[in-house]
């Protein structure tokens, strides 16, 4: 079993930045990614990033790539992603996840909460 809560989320200003946590309690399988996706009402839950548990290897969405950045600490059981140049369209509800899986969250066994990203005009 897998634990995992968001935080960092907030009101940003197009342009801005933000640096979102997710802590996890308990550790995924090793061969498990940890990733960050996003959801809007109406719309399904949108892969962003992800990263490997074991090795550094990284994943992005092509909105995500070259603004956002996905690390992890194992030594305290973290995983962030850094956000910059935030746009209007990046609003929504950011969870993270761990499962077998790459960009789609039906491959995701475990998800946080989310906390809720607003970026205004």
């Known amino acids: 079993q897998v634990d995992l809560v968001e935080s960092g989320g907030g009101l940003v200003q197009a342009g801005g930045s933000l640096r979102l946590s997710c802590a996890v309690s308990?550790?995924?399988?090793?061969?498990?990614?940890v990733g960050w996706f996003r959801q809007v009402a109406g719309k399904e839950r949108q892969f962003v990033a992800a990263i490997a548990w074991t090795s550094p290897a990284t994943y992005y969405s092509d909105s995500a790539r070259g603004r956002f950045t996905i690390s992890r600490d194992r030594g305290k059981n973290a995983v962030y992603l850094e956000m910059n140049s935030l746009k209007p369209e990046d609003t929504a509800v950011y969870f993270c996840?761990?499962?077998?899986?790459?960009?789609?969250?039906?491959?995701?066994?475990?998800w946080g909460q989310g906390t809720q990203v607003t970026v205004s005009s």
């Open positions: 308990g550790r995924p399988f090793s061969s498990w990614r």
């Open positions: 996840g761990t499962g077998d899986g790459y960009s789609t969250p039906a491959s995701y066994r475990y």
